[in-house]
């Protein structure tokens, strides 16, 4: 489904707050998973009409395998593959998911730091792919190394077309030392962003614990459902149970 916003810069962007509803239909879902529930597709288009639009998210189109391809840069289907979800912020183009990505991104937005596009700065990227980052703002947190709950001092590749941004489309090998940032900061962001609403009475009836506890329920649904995908160099260390 599409909802259009007009274009907003990365710090000036202002978009709607988010309401109780919403924070509802969230819990809901992680709530129906967790016990096991697996979603129709109808299913799903109901929780996003329940959603968007979600600050700078605007669209998200819900796919299953065999599906006509969402937009001109859909990755193609496979044997084995998952639903996916074809994410629009704002009015960049289509960028595609795990089901659960989108889902866990609007939990770390629920109070702000929306997402957004960013435009890349790399001289040798001549084709200015352009990555999501999950966190907005002024914190900038990556949405590939939240995805592939990327360490310090490793990066994250995507192997094939940069906007089929699924698990199984990512590897982890290894980077400079300046990549650190990944979970634990993008938790903490949250959490603080929690802080400055609830100081407001804003925090729309989350405990923040149980909003950690969401938050946490987010990212292991989706190591659950995908990490199996994730490729990793084969020389980089091994990862830490």
């Not at 979600?54 to 193609?76: C, H, K, L, V």
């Not at 590897?171 to 100081?199: F, H, N, Q, T």
Request: charged share 30%; hydrophobic share 35%.
């Amino acid at each position: 489904m599409k909802y259009q916003r007009p274009k907003a810069t990365r710090r000036g962007g202002k978009y709607p707050a988010i309401v109780s509803d919403k924070v509802v239909a969230l819990l809901a879902y992680y709530h129906r998973r967790a016990i096991g529930h697996e979603y129709s597709r109808e299913e799903m288009a109901d929780v996003f009409s329940r959603l968007l639009p979600f600050g700078s998210i605007t669209e998200a189109r819900y796919a299953m395998p065999g599906d006509a391809p969402e937009g001109p840069n859909a990755p193609a289907w496979a044997a084995g593959d998952d639903p996916r979800v074809a994410l629009g912020i704002k009015d960049r183009g289509l960028r595609y998911y795990d089901t659960e990505w989108p889902m866990a991104n609007m939990v770390l937005t629920i109070y702000g730091n929306f997402p957004h596009i960013d435009n890349s700065t790399n001289k040798e990227d001549p084709d200015q792919h352009h990555y999501l980052e999950a966190i907005g703002g002024d914190v900038g947190l990556s949405a590939l190394r939240l995805i592939a709950n990327a360490q310090p001092g490793q990066d994250v590749k995507i192997t094939g077309e940069h906007h089929d941004q699924r698990m199984q489309a990512l590897m982890l090998m290894p980077g400079p030392g300046r990549s650190y940032r990944g979970r634990p900061e993008a938790e903490e962001e949250a959490l603080k962003r929690y802080d400055v609403a609830a100081e407001k009475d804003k925090a729309l009836g989350l405990a923040r614990e149980e909003y950690r506890a969401l938050i946490k329920a987010a990212f292991k649904l989706l190591d659950d459902c995908h990490k199996h995908k994730l490729r990793r160099r084969q020389d980089l260390a091994p990862a830490a149970e």
